[in-house]
């Protein structure tokens, strides 16, 4: 069975930094492309960053541009988060996620979009 295992989260200051890091394991898989995705208390999962495994296409949301970071290793199956110059706002269990096929538009936005996804990992920046 596949698994997506994160770790690298923590509590943290304002303009702090943090690598958040994502693990596959199991059987033979083969990710088409990998999220990261986010969720504070009392709201909605929402995307954060994106890589193709080829690591040719990478996508981020808005409020994350600039400051976050996706990266990819392939020989090492693993997914990587790198945070720099964190918010309270980035306060948040984070996600990674897995999905084997390509799509249409802007697919890897969605949460619904990802077939595989890991136990998440706590992030909380303080003021």
């Known amino acids: 069975q596949v698994q997506l295992v994160e770790s690298g989260g923590g509590l943290v200051q304002a303009g702090d930094s943090l690598r958040l890091s994502c693990v596959t394991s199991?059987?033979?898989?083969?990710?088409?492309?990998m999220g990261w995705f986010r969720q504070a208390p009392g709201k909605e999962r929402e995307f954060v960053a994106a890589?193709?495994?080829?690591?040719?296409?990478?996508y981020y949301a808005d409020s994350v541009k600039g400051r976050f970071t996706i990266s990819r290793d392939g020989a090492k199956s693993s997914v990587f988060l790198q945070m720099n110059s964190l918010k309270p706002e980035d306060t948040a269990v984070y996600y990674c996620a897995a999905r084997t096929s390509g799509g249409s538009g802007s697919y890897y936005l969605k949460k619904n979009e990802y077939s595989r996804w890991g136990q998440g990992t706590q992030v909380t920046v303080s003021s």
């Open positions: 890589i193709s495994w080829s690591g040719a296409n990478i």
């Open positions: 199991g059987r033979t898989f083969s990710a088409y492309m």
